[in-house]
C-alpha cells in the first residue's frame, strides 16, 4: 500500500487497532509487547478494510475541494450534483433550479454573492426536506414536533428542544441525503426520549439500519461542509 502510515505504540494497550485519519494517514497503534511485524501482518489482513475507507475519505475531499462558486461550478445536494449557471438576469427569482441547472442571477466574478444566493436557495431546501422527512417520522413514532428552525452553526447538525422544537442546520444539504436523514430520524427520536438511552438508541436504529455510516461521515467529512 502506497499510502502514509504512522506506527503508535501503546504501553498499556492490549490490541493492535487500525484507525484512519481525516488526511488519509493509517494509524497503527500496537502494544509494546506486539512486534511490528505482527501489526503489519495484521494491517495486510485488513487491508481491503483499509483501502476502501481511504478511497471513500479521499472522493468525499474532491467533492468539496471542487465547490466552486462560479459558472459551470458543481455543488453537491443531498445525492445529486447540481451545476451552477450565473449570469446577471432580471426578472424570476434570483436563483431557480431546473433540472440539475442552478440558474443563479449574478455577475460571473462575484463569487460573493452567488455563495450567498445558493446558501439561500440550500436554507430553503434544508426546509423543506425537514419538514418532509420530519412529518413523516413523527407519524410514525405517534408524537409531534412544534417548529423546525434551520440554523448555520458550525459543529451542530441538530438538536431538540423539551418543548419539542427540532432545530437542523442547512449544511446538511451538501451531504448524502442518508446523513441528512439520520440526524432527522435523531432528532425526532429524541420526541420520544429525551436521552441517549438504549431505548432511545433502539429506536434510531429501527428508523434507520444505517446510522453509523452516517454518523461516521459526518464526523470524517463534516467539517469539510460549508
Ligand atoms: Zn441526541
Known amino acids: 500500500m502506497n499510502i502514509p502510515l504512522k506506527h503508535r505504540i501503546l504501553a498499556r494497550g492490549r490490541r493492535i487497532s487500525i484507525r484512519i485519519a481525516k488526511d488519509g494517514t493509517i494509524i ?3 502494544p509494546r ?3 511490528e511485524r505482527t501489526a503489519l501482518r495484521f494491517l495486510e489482513e485488513k487491508k481491503e478494510w483499509a483501502l476502501k475507507h481511504i478511497q471513500h475519505i479521499q472522493k468525499q475531499k474532491t467533492r468539496m475541494a471542487s465547490l466552486q462558486w462560479k459558472d459551470d461550478g458543481l455543488i453537491p445536494f443531498l445525492d445529486q450534483e447540481l451545476i451552477l449557471s450565473v449570469a446577471l438576469s432580471r426578472g424570476r427569482s434570483p436563483i431557480h433550479r431546473v433540472e440539475n441547472t442552478l440558474h443563479v442571477s449574478a455577475h460571473p466574478d462575484d463569487s460573493e ?3 450567498t444566493l445558493v446558501e ?7 426546509e423543506h426536506y425537514f419538514h418532509l422527512t420530519c412529518s413523516s417520522l413523527v407519524q410514525k413514532l405517534g408524537v409531534s414536533f ?30 448524502p441525503e442518508l446523513v441528512a436523514f439520520s440526524v432527522a430520524v435523531h432528532e425526532c427520536c429524541h420526541l420520544v426520549h ?3 438511552s438504549s431505548q432511545f ?17 459526518l464526523k470524517e467529512q463534516g467539517g469539510t461542509l460549508g
Open 146 to 175: 412544534r417548529r423546525i428552525s434551520i440554523k448555520g452553526q458550525t459543529s451542530r447538525w441538530g438538536s431538540c428542544s423539551k418543548q419539542g422544537n427540532l432545530n437542523f442546520n442547512w449544511k446538511l444539504m451538501m451531504a
Open 120 to 126: 439561500r436557495w440550500y436554507r430553503l431546501q434544508a
Open 28 to 30: 497503527l497503534t500496537r
Open 194 to 196: 429525551l436521552n441517549h
Open 33 to 35: 509487547v506486539v512486534s
Open 201 to 217: 438508541w433502539n429506536l434510531v436504529y429501527r428508523l434507520c439500519p444505517r446510522y453509523k455510516d452516517a454518523a461516521q461521515w
Open 113 to 115: 454573492r452567488i455563495k
